[in-house]
């Protein structure tokens, strides 16, 4: 993560360093949005996934990383989004796995994302999880599907 760090996510930033990373981060997804496509956008326009369980995670011999998410609450509603990320590469923290990462976990959510583009154009998804961990996946195209959910699938 660039911005939205584990340390301003958890308050351990002062008031105006919290404001000024904020700033930044706004003024970069100004800066990024005219410059992504293939679905990478919607990550910035549409896409919520705060607070989002991951149901499942997996990375495809095709390298499509395919996350099924339930996003949502009790005002809004839940739903279930799959998203499809083309010709993938998935990086980890150094020192961490899919497994240390427990994305199946019970307790572990999406706290924040980001989006931007890499130097030879294809974009990349950073996500910073609760309640350790984060990953980020290189991409060049993205694809949604949605389904509604029952507040009971969430865990």
């Not at 395919?66 to 949502?72: F, K, M, Q």
């Not at 240390?100 to 950073?126: K, N, Q």
């Amino acid at each position: 993560m660039k911005w939205l760090t584990r340390e301003w996510a958890s308050g351990g930033l002062d008031d105006d360093e919290w404001d000024q990373r904020w700033e930044e981060y706004q003024a970069h997804n100004d800066e990024v949005l005219p410059r992504l496509s293939n679905g990478a956008e919607r990550l910035i326009q549409e896409i919520n996934l705060h607070d989002a369980q991951i149901h499942a995670f997996e990375h495809r011999v095709d390298n499509d990383l395919v996350i099924r998410a339930l996003t949502g609450d009790l005002q809004v509603g839940y739903q279930f989004i799959e998203l499809t990320f083309h010709d993938s590469q998935l990086r980890l923290e150094p020192g961490s796995t899919l497994e240390s990462l427990r994305l199946l976990h019970d307790e572990t959510e999406i706290l924040y994302d980001e989006v931007d583009v890499e130097a030879d154009g294809r974009f990349v998804h950073r996500v910073l999880l609760w309640p350790q961990g984060e990953y980020e996946v290189v991409f060049t195209s993205l694809a949604e599907q949605r389904e509604p959910a029952a507040p009971s699938a969430r865990r």
